[in-house]
């Protein structure tokens, strides 16, 4: 099991950029596929960004697209999320996974405590 902490959350104008950090401890994520989900309230979790594990493939969803990218350095042991271009609407908590990629599909099993994230208008 992989234990996920995330950090770098905050409040920021629309228009900023934050960047979050997953620091994992316990196994390296080098043999992990590892993603950012996010859950705005009263909303259900949904998926941000994922990288397979020696980031050969990555997806980002459709609307952080060209604004957000994903990154990981496996010698640190951390995944990372720049996110630029921020708007109120990508306010939620924001969550770090690890799990695989098998056969073109993601799978996650541990999962950080999260990290929120506010933008105001």
């Known amino acids: 099991q992989v234990q996920l902490v995330e950090s770098g959350g905050g409040l920021v104008q629309a228009g900023g950029s934050l960047r979050l950090s997953c620091a994992a401890s316990?196994?390296?994520?080098?043999?992990?596929?590892m993603g950012w989900f996010r859950q705005a309230p009263g909303k259900e979790r949904d998926f941000v960004a994922a990288?397979?594990?020696?980031?050969?493939?990555?997806d980002y969803a459709d609307s952080v697209k060209g604004r957000f990218t994903l990154s990981r350095d496996n010698a640190e042991n951390t995944l990372y999320l720049q996110m630029n271009i921020l708007k109120p609407e990508d306010t939620a908590v924001y969550y770090c996974?690890?799990?695989?990629?098998?056969?073109?599909?993601?799978?996650?099993?541990?999962w950080g405590q999260g990290t929120q994230v506010t933008v105001s208008s």
């Open positions: 996974a690890a799990g695989m990629r098998s056969l073109g599909r993601w799978s996650w099993s541990d």
């Open positions: 316990a196994r390296a994520i080098s043999g992990y596929a």
């Open positions: 990288m397979s594990s020696w980031g050969a493939s990555t």
